[in-house]
């Protein structure tokens, strides 16, 4: 029951985990620095914009309650019985409709106030008790529900020592409906401004930063040996990176060159004395020169391991090595070596897979490993490789032997990675191949295993980069 449940959760950590790795990138860093500022510069310009046309708008309505004001104050006038009234009617005919949305009212203290027909049977409730000369703006409630924005002013009439105060309100609906369609009209704009500056902001971080992609692509041909240096019109920005890359490059091949030929120098020099301690004592029986012996052959074993490991290339192949080809040619080599015993070596391998390194490496590595199960092999091995499923830059291949022979223990089979580790001091070698095997598999950024094959005997299991 609980299975969906915890394959969404997986799924959700496996977005987040996305997510957090593209923000911790150079791309997602620009791209959220630059749309966060770009998204709060289109907000606070939105809500600015939003503001000016409201005030604007109330502003443009304040006016005309004050201009109708003005006008009222104008035609007004006291009649010989003391009563106020217009000496020309007002010529907006939105006053004389009952709610209509435009309204005046002129009130006194201790009297009816004298209104517009347009509010019907309805009063607005001025405070009299509170003067106000200036004039006020405010919304307050109207008839049928309406909201209203008032402006109201007291005045003395010159005919009368008495204090009207003049009213005139109109419904905001029609301002509240025009500023929420500028209001919707503005985000959609804004909306659709915020979509066309990510998608450029998007295309320019690409086009900015594709330089570095083609970079670390250089860098990656030149780790996996299809190139040797960093080549092409780099912008004056990268010119000096790729530069110090192509002298690190240099630097590094002098020093590698350097301690091979040291290395070289130091075991073809050690072996010429041990050359002639190893035959002195060779003809000598006693225990002594055995002993000497026992040592000397310890001290060539470690030059040759040395050697080896000294010649080591680890890089690419440029356009890559034939795996069916070269494991043939070892495979009927094996064969011919122990022909005495019938040993036949079948080879499956993937169809045009290549090998990512040197010929020599793969010669070694692969020579090693089948030249062993055929020393243990009853009368069969088989070679087999297939390219592995990678998101990688570089991709690899599972190459795997195995014979019929004997077999290994589990608790000996990381022994025999070990320099000079050997089950058996019958069967001729130096154990010196499992341990060169290893070195020169890592140095490429594989790997080695053995387990039981299925044979039954020993199965070698490769990781090796492949093209």
């Known amino acids: ?34 749309l966060l500022w770009s998204g709060a510069a289109l907000v606070i310009g939105g809500m600015l914009l939003s503001y000016a046309f409201r005030s604007y708008v109330l ?25 106020l009234r217009f000496n020309q009617p007002l010529l907006d005919q939105r006053f004389a409709a ?22 019907w049977d309805y009063e607005l409730q001025p405070d009299l008790d509170v003067r106000t000369f200036s004039l006020k703006r405010y919304e307050g409630e109207g008839p049928d529900g309406q909201t209203l924005r008032i402006a109201e002013r007291d005045i003395i009439l010159p005919e009368a020592d008495r204090i009207f105060r003049y009213q005139v309100a109109t419904d905001t609906a029609e301002v509240r409906e025009a500023i929420q369609r500028f209001n919707w009209l503005l985000m959609s704009a804004l909306g659709l401004i915020m979509l066309t500056v990510s998608l450029a902001l998007v295309l320019q971080v690409a086009y900015g930063l594709r330089p570095l992609r083609n ?11 299809a190139t040797s240096r960093i080549e092409g019109d780099w912008p004056e920005d990268l010119k000096p990176l790729a530069q110090e890359v192509n002298a690190l490059i240099d630097q590094n091949e002098k020093l590698v ?17 041990l050359s002639v301690i190893k035959n002195e004592v060779d003809d000598d029986p006693s225990d002594k020169a055995q002993a000497i012996a026992v040592q000397v052959r310890s001290i060539r074993e470690h030059i040759d391991h040395h050697l080896k490991r000294a010649r080591i290339a680890g890089g690419g192949s440029g356009q890559g090595l034939p795996v069916q080809e070269r494991a043939e040619k070892i495979a009927r080599a094996i064969e011919r070596l122990n022909q005495d015993k019938g040993l036949r070596v079948d080879v499956a391998i993937e169809a045009n897979l290549k090998f990512d390194g040197e010929k020599e490496d793969f010669d070694e590595v692969v020579g090693n490993i089948v030249d062993n199960a ?22 690899y291949m599972l190459f795997r032997v195995e014979d019929d022979g004997p077999g290994v223990d589990e608790a000996e089979m990381e022994a025999l990675f070990e320099r000079g580790q050997r089950l058996d001091e019958h069967v001729p070698g130096t154990g010196l191949g499992l341990a060169i095997v290893r070195d020169i598999v890592e140095l490429y950024g ?22």
């Open 98 to 119: 009952p709610y209509s949305g435009w309204y005046w009212q002129i009130s006194e203290a201790g009297e009816a106030p004298f209104r517009s027909r347009s509010l």
């Open 374 to 395: 055929g020393k243990w092999a009853t009368s069969h091995i088989t070679v087999s490789a297939h390219k592995l499923p990678t998101d990688q830059r570089r991709p």
């Open 215 to 225: 970079l670390r692509r250089k860098l990656v041909d030149v780790r996996g040996g």
């Open 446 to 467: 594989g790997s080695a295993a053995l387990e039981k094959a299925s044979l039954g005997g020993l199965a070698v299991i490769l990781k090796l980069p492949a093209k």
């Open 59 to 83: 502003s443009d309505v304040d006016e005309k309650l004050e201009l109708l004001i003005d006008t009222m104050v104008g035609i007004s006038e006291i009649s010989p019985e003391g009563v």
């Open 257 to 273: 060159s350097r301690a091979r030929t040291h290395v070289g120098n130091l075991a073809h020099a050690l072996k010429t004395p």
């Open 1 to 34: 029951m609980n299975e969906p449940g915890a394959a969404q959760e997986k799924e959700e950590r496996a977005v987040h985990g996305r997510v957090r790795h593209f923000l911790r990138t150079l791309t997602g860093r620009l791209l959220l620095s630059a």
